[in-house]
């Protein structure tokens, strides 16, 4: 039996643990989707800075090309504009330059692809084009930027489409956001790796920490229900069955036995003795008549001398006569201790439901009674309730 305290710390320390286990892997779940959030975070506005420099830079260098050319364009000198384009091509970052008329007409086009890092060379293939409806307008192809803007500071003259790359420097920054990413993936793989060697260590330390818990509740609950020398269940332990198997026969119909027994000659015992030699006694007694019962019934302890069976579910009283005859054959046996044996008998009072009583203290006290009427027919014998009057102690 476990009483309604201990199942209920009990159960507060089997949550305690789950809770925690929540707790830390709420706690980590939080700390990884925030890093990696960060991080992408991190990675986006690089990416959008970078994307900004570039159209930036690209815008300066088309407007200061644009009113370099547009004399030229006006006077129609193609040799200065293609050297003024081929002179633009030096930066690091100029892909190619395309120079158009009103019409579309390309006059001049100067290219560096598929030159990493040669000189900028001219296209003569005639071509026309058709540039963008509104100005300026910005197209991104992977890496590169293409911008086109308008030539002409009062009238519109033609159309400078320029082409940039990415620098070193960008190409390093974006070099350094995916190592940045690929940091955060791998620090996240490792908190999530040391949350799961904490949350198997901090479980093994909390069922370490349960199982000593529950070896103490049991040892609290051997102490709380049983007796100390014996072992047998004692008086709370008892009460508590008794509650439990009453209810049981009245809701079945079925009939139970209480049996009070007192042993006689247990004072001249500890007298002659000494009280070593009647606890040696007390314990071989509890031994023979827990060996002596069923295993439904009950034995235990009140204290002194003073045991009691529980006898539920029973067909008549002949069951109850013949487990008495037993019972009492068994402890008048001499019990070996030292050089000599120690003997004793005991009266058996019985009292049974619902034939005598109705109620646990009456049982009790009816089978009490009836004990005492044992002792005064001559003791070492059973007796039934048969309603006699309260003896007197002595």
């Known amino acids: 039996m476990t009483s309604p305290e201990l199942r209920q710390a009990r159960q507060s320390g089997f949550n305690s643990p789950r809770l925690f286990y929540i707790g830390l892997l709420s706690t980590g779940v939080v700390i990884v989707l925030f890093t990696l959030l960060g991080a992408f975070w991190l990675e986006r506005q690089s990416h959008v800075l970078q994307r900004e420099g570039q159209q930036r830079a690209a815008s300066l260098l088309a407007e200061g090309l644009a009113h370099a050319v547009e004399s030229d364009l006006i006077t129609r000198d193609f040799a200065v504009l293609e050297a003024r384009l081929i002179q633009t091509a030096f930066n690091e970052q100029v892909v190619s330059l395309l120079l158009a008329d009103n019409q579309g007409q390309v006059l001049s086009h100067v290219s560096r692809r598929g030159l990493a890092s040669g000189p900028a060379v001219p296209l003569f293939s005639p071509m026309s084009i058709t540039p963008p409806a509104h100005m300026p307008w910005f197209e991104v192809d992977g890496e590169q930027l293409r911008l086109w803007i308008r030539v002409g500071s009062v009238l519109p003259m033609g159309w400078l489409r320029i082409e940039l790359k990415a620098t070193q420097s960008d190409t390093a920054l974006r070099q350094l956001q995916d190592q ?186 009816q089978a009490d009674r009836a004990m005492y009427r044992a002792k005064r027919s001559g003791k070492n014998r059973w007796v039934f309730y048969e309603g006699c009057p309260s003896p007197a102690l002595s």
């Open 180 to 365: 940045l990413l690929m940091l955060s993936g791998v620090s996240c793989l490792v908190l999530i790796t040391v949350l799961i060697l904490v949350l198997r260590k901090t479980h093994d330390l909390f069922k370490e920490h349960e199982a000593g818990l529950l070896k103490t509740q049991q040892l609290l609950e051997n102490v709380a229900y049983h007796d100390g020398l014996t072992r047998l269940p004692n008086r709370h332990l008892l009460m508590d069955r008794l509650r439990q198997s009453l209810a049981a026969a009245q809701r079945h119909g079925n009939r139970l036995a209480l049996c009070f027994i007192d042993l006689d000659g247990f004072k001249q015992i500890n007298d002659q003795h000494g009280h070593e030699a009647g606890d040696h006694l007390l314990i071989e007694i509890a031994c023979l008549l827990s060996n002596g019962v069923r295993q439904v019934d009950t034995v235990a302890r009140l204290g002194g001398d003073e045991f009691v069976l529980l006898l539920p579910d029973f067909d008549d009283t002949a069951q109850i006569e013949e487990i008495a005859d037993r019972l009492l054959q068994a402890v008048s046996q001499p019990v070996a201790y030292g050089a000599a044996p120690l003997q004793v008998g005991m009266s058996i009072g019985i009292a049974l439901y619902p034939d005598h009583a109705d109620s646990c203290e009456k049982l009790i006290e």
